[in-house]
């Protein structure tokens, strides 16, 4: 027992971090039956509400760190998107004449019947068509110090490549704001974006959400003497309506989720908030002029709960704290949201309060107060350490200042002055007009950038910007300034995107392959274990302990990695249950032949599993690549299958080799008569 510890406590830190790893899978699924339970009744809906405000998080959390089930299993909407790079190519050309047409007519015609990229078909045309009558690339395209027909290619194929990415963060961002939950979106080659969108059913919501066209506007921060002002009338309009409170937060006395104190924001990585490192706040600066490493912010703060508003100063005195937030919640209720993840001049909520304000703003008593001068906006999720999603509020001029269409050119890159990460914006003349006007009469005010109605950044004016050339400073890292670079360039769009292919998976159909994939499981499970008891007795039982253990570490890895379960990938857990057993028949054939050798059972034991290493090795091994190259040349449910087999087959060979040797051990020091091989 001793000689065996060290192997005891890895395999049962393996079996404890599977059960960790699953049991998010068991409370979404115990969440969403609850939920299920409610009727259609108001005071079912009601009793919804309320149990949606006090466990949102809980399952948002929970659903995160699920076992996620791909179309074929849940029902939703498969569709496949194409980026127009041709059309990409005609709008950089400068000047267009008959031989360029000629070569866009042959490239479209080439490009419907192959995967080849559209850059490399239409660089081929234009060589077999153009150059013989002397025309160069050159002659149809400008990009800044480029004149070499090769460097043209490059900035092309980069344009192109770009292009996509833009398209899949604008539909990435579309998707986030739908609400969808567990949506897959990826690249399938140079110019194809697929997306999976789980538990959808109309086609036509998802035609209007996808090939939409991308909004960027660039709009000031409210000040913040007014934005004091509205939020004190809808917060008498709510204590005014305090029936419409109680149906909004399903409870009678007006309670509020209580804020999460396990993750703060100013503990957030993705936020500028933090108390332990000073970070520049991000600021809009002149390309020529001197950046600034900090900026003042004019936004100011709303009253806290401590200090309420002077004029009910007096209607706080000798009350005691909990006193004073029990009455600062009833008479302010829409203040004590926002009050809850306050961290100076910016405000942090919660997803159930981003809901529930949601909620707020679109009651037809509260629209008209404020639809007029400003607009409530909140940033993307801000990822908290319980794995919690925040979001940042922000009051912005109910009007945009700009619209992306004036942006030319946006770049991510390192300011050689100081090793920041900066992105530099390029606007054309129209736009350098507005953008000197706008920047000039707002030093020092916060201008934000938004995409969709989803703010990406809000950085501060540090001075009037004359040529429309700006550096925006203050991301994180590299990765935030790409992303705010292909946010500002998806404002002018230049690849049109259309869906080209589309199938609709009824959720009826899904929930019916659920049940007949887990009743093979379930099948073919009972079979084996049955079979092995009967016909290698103890050695049976062990080897079906096995199979168990590894069916539970497989579904684990699968849902702490967010690999997504399809049909197939049922199919590759039957399978992975036949292989984890052919690895204990091998070793079992072995030790027999060994006992029938006439070794002693301890030695038959060694022997049997020394021997049946390489070829069990060999094989997992060999079927492990195999699971390589489904997943690295196939696509969706091949890829699904691969995933599931892989993760088995490494699975199976720690509890063949392994867990079943140390349980045989353990046998054979305690009781070694209750160890047969049939």
């Avoid at 980026?83 to 400068?94: T, Y």
């Avoid at 980069?158 to 539909?171: L, Q, S, T």
């Avoid at 599931?644 to 046998?667: D, Q």
């Amino acid at each position: 027992m001793k000689k065996n510890r060290g192997k005891i406590i890895v395999i049962l830190l393996f079996i404890a971090g599977a059960i960790y790893g699953l049991y998010p899978t068991y409370q979404s699924t115990t969440l969403k039956s609850e939920i299920e339970k409610f009727g259609s009744s108001p005071k079912d809906s009601i009793a919804k509400a309320k149990f949606l405000v006090d466990h949102g998080e809980e399952l948002k959390a929970a659903e995160q760190k699920a076992i996620k089930l791909g179309l074929d299993l849940r029902g939703g909407i498969y569709v496949t998107m194409e980026v127009d790079v041709l059309k990409f190519l005609e709008e950089q050309a400068l000047q267009k004449d008959d031989i360029f047409t000629q070569v866009l007519t042959q490239t479209a015609k080439e490009e419907a019947e192959t995967e080849t990229p559209v850059v490399d078909l239409f660089v081929k045309n234009f060589k077999l068509i153009a150059a013989t009558k002397g025309k160069a690339l050159a002659n149809y395209f400008y990009f800044n110090g480029v004149s070499d027909d090769n460097q043209v290619i490059a900035q092309l194929r980069k344009g192109a490549d770009e292009a996509v990415d833009r398209a899949i963060e604008i539909i990435r961002n579309r998707i986030d704001q739908f609400g969808l939950t567990e949506p897959t979106i990826s690249k399938q080659g140079t110019r194809r974006i697929v997306i999976e969108l789980p538990g959808v059913a109309d086609p036509l919501q998802v035609h209007q959400l996808l090939e939409g066209t991308a909004q960027l506007e660039f709009r000031l921060v409210k000040n913040p003497e007014i934005v004091t002002r509205i939020i004190d009338k809808i917060d008498r309009q709510l204590a005014k309506d305090s029936l419409g409170m109680a149906a909004l937060t399903g409870d009678s006395t007006t309670a509020l989720p209580a804020a999460d104190t396990s993750a703060k924001p100013s503990a957030l990585s993705a936020t500028k908030v933090d108390t332990t490192k000073k970070k520049a706040k991000k600021s809009i600066a002149a390309a020529d002029s001197v950046k600034k490493d900090t900026a003042i912010a004019a936004t100011g703060k709303l009253s806290s709960i401590d200090s309420a508003h002077r004029a009910d100063s007096l209607a706080y005195a000798g009350l005691t704290s909990t006193q004073k937030e029990i009455k600062f919640k009833k008479e302010h209720p829409f203040s004590y949201i926002l009050a809850k993840g306050q961290q100076k001049d910016q405000f942090f909520i919660s997803e159930a309060d981003r809901k529930l304000i949601k909620q707020i703003l679109n009651r037809k008593d509260i629209k008209p107060i404020f639809s007029d001068e400003v607009s409530f906006m909140f940033s993307k999720p801000i990822k908290g350490q319980n794995g919690t999603n925040f979001y940042e509020i922000y009051f912005l001029n109910d009007k945009p200042e700009l619209t992306g269409k004036v942006i030319t050119n946006a770049r991510a890159d390192i300011d050689q002055s100081n090793g920041r990460p900066e992105v530099s914006m390029q606007m054309d003349d129209d736009g350098a007009k507005d953008w000197k006007r706008i920047t000039g009469a707002n030093v020092h005010k916060k201008i934000a950038i938004v995409l969709d109605s989803v703010v990406y950044s809000a950085p501060v004016v540090n001075g009037q910007i004359p040529n429309g050339n700006s550096q925006i400073t203050g991301s994180g890292d590299m990765a935030e300034a790409n992303l705010l670079a292909i946010i500002l360039k998806a404002g002018a769009l230049p690849a049109p995107v259309k869906i080209i292919q589309e199938q609709v998976v009824g959720p009826s159909l899904g929930a019916d392959s659920i049940q007949k994939g887990t009743w093979s499981i379930i099948w073919s499970f009972l079979a084996v274990i049955i079979f092995m008891a009967m016909y290698y007795v103890t050695g049976g039982v062990v080897a079906d302990l096995a199979v168990l253990i590894n069916l539970l570490i497989t579904l684990a890895v699968l849902a702490t990695f967010g690999a997504t379960l399809t049909l197939p990938g049922m199919a590759g857990l039957v399978l992975t249950v036949g292989i984890a057993v052919d690895a204990n028949v091998l070793i079992y054939e072995r030790i027999r032949e060994e006992l029938a050798a006439g070794k002693s059972l301890k030695l038959a034991i060694e022997d049997g599993y020394k021997r049946a290493f390489a070829p069990i090795f060999d094989g997992h091994l060999t079927a492990f690549f195999s699971g390589v190259i489904l997943y690295s040349f196939g696509t969706g449910t091949v890829q699904g299958f691969a995933v599931t087999l892989m993760v088995g087959i490494a699975a199976s060979l720690f509890t063949a080799i392994v867990i079943t040797r140390v349980i045989f051990e353990i046998l054979l020091e305690r009781k070694p008569s209750l160890i047969k091989f049939g």
